[in-house]
């Protein structure tokens, strides 16, 4: 009974070993979620600050573009035909 109570004995540490592997990559892949998550945040706070805090100075000079141009557009045509 001494060799069949050492299988066992085999498969039981065997199973165990597994186990313990298993459990040890599942850490680890959790591991490496948590830092990508952590630095996504960091990255979306730092972008959202910037965003805020940052003027936009696109609004006013597209506005004063197009004004500029349709007036001088305009006014130009206008003055052909009054002659």
């Known amino acids: 009974m001494s060799k069949v109570e050492e299988v066992l004995s085999t498969a039981k540490l065997s199973?165990?070993?597994?186990?313990k592997d298993a459990e040890k990559r599942r850490h680890t892949f959790l591991k490496i979620l948590a830092i990508v998550g952590a630095v996504a945040a960091v990255v979306?706070?730092?972008?959202?600050?910037y965003r805020f805090f940052a003027?936009?100075?696109?609004?006013?000079?597209?506005?004063?573009?197009?004004?500029?141009?349709?007036?001088?557009?305009f006014d130009d045509d206008e003055d052909e035909y009054d002659e």
Do not use: Q
């Open 15 to 19: 199973e165990l070993l597994t186990k």
């Open 44 to 49: 979306l706070v730092i972008h959202l600050l």
């Open 55 to 73: 003027p936009d100075y696109m609004d006013d000079f597209d506005g004063e573009f197009e004004d500029e141009f349709e007036d001088d557009f």
